[in-house]
T-cell receptor, first 114, second 111 residues
Framework: SAVISQKPSRDICQRGTSLTIQCQVD?????MFWYRQQPGQSLTLIAT?????????ESGFVIDKFPISRPNLTFSTLTVSNMSPEDSSIYLC???????????FGQGTRLTVV | LAKTTQPISMDSYEGQEVNITCSHN???????ITWYQQFPSQGPRFIIQ???TKVTNEVASLFIPADRKSSTLSLPRVSLSDTAVYYC????????????FGKGTRLSVIA
């Protein structure tokens, strides 16, 4: 299994600013994923982050808006840049251990842009 | 990845058995069926996974007919704490693969 700590748990930000979300895992994992969950909606994959390589972004998400770092096998950050109210969502990181069948999720970061 | 279809919402009384059916007509031979549960203000949590027939664990049972074009998650004797959104996913059996979530089923358990 894996335990994921996400920070911050929530934040209220001014439009035009940026927020960096941290995801810390209690074990080394190869794959880390970032998802967005808009209010009342399902989860949408933003990108896949592998250690030592550039993140792979899904259609509709770009690196300039959502830069991702993956400096080691236990940590990743997602930055939401130049925020607008439309970016108000819950952002979640997820990992696979390579051993367990399931994916493990952090508690999420609830972002409100005003 | 195979697309899934589930009821948008369901209501149940405490103590009842709840069955949530998921349709996945385009499931591939190598695909598994996995269910996740999400409580408000939390990330999704794995419930159960199966390939065919029946799988049971301490939380739920998963019934998969022979054609695998649908599946049913069964929650025995639900309680108020089972109120959550339940997602049916179809794909490779691995936490290392990105997940494609459908709309899920919002289950409300009432006393």
């Amino acid at each position: 299994s894996a335990v994921i700590s996400q920070k911050p748990s929530r934040d209220i930000c001014q439009r035009g600013t940026s927020l960096t979300i941290q995801c810390q895992v209690d074990s080394q994992v190869t794959m880390m994923f970032w998802y967005r969950q808009q209010p009342g909606q399902s989860l949408t994959l933003i990108a896949t982050a592998n250690q030592g390589s550039e993140a792979t972004y899904e259609s509709g998400f770009v690196i300039d808006k959502f830069p991702i770092s993956r400096p080691n096998l236990t940590f990743s950050t997602l930055t939401v840049s130049n925020m607008s109210p439309e970016d108000s969502s819950i952002y979640l990181c997820s990992v696979g251990t390579g051993v367990d069948t399931e994916a493990f999720f952090g508690q999420g970061t609830r972002l409100t842009v005003v | 990845l195979a697309k899934t279809t589930q009821p948008i919402s369901m209501d149940s009384y405490e103590g009842q058995e709840v069955n949530i059916t998921c349709s996945h007509n385009n499931i591939a031979t190598n695909d598994y069926i996995t269910w996740y549960q999400q409580f408000p203000s939390q990330g999704p949590r794995f419930i159960i996974q199966g390939y065919k027939t029946k799988v049971t664990n301490e939380v739920a049972s998963l019934f998969i007919p022979a054609d695998r074009k649908s599946s049913t998650l069964s929650l025995p004797r639900v309680s108020l704490s089972d109120t959550a959104v339940y997602y049916c996913l179809v794909g490779v059996s691995s936490g290392n693969t990105p997940l494609v979530f459908g709309k899920g089923t919002r289950l409300s358990v009432i006393a």
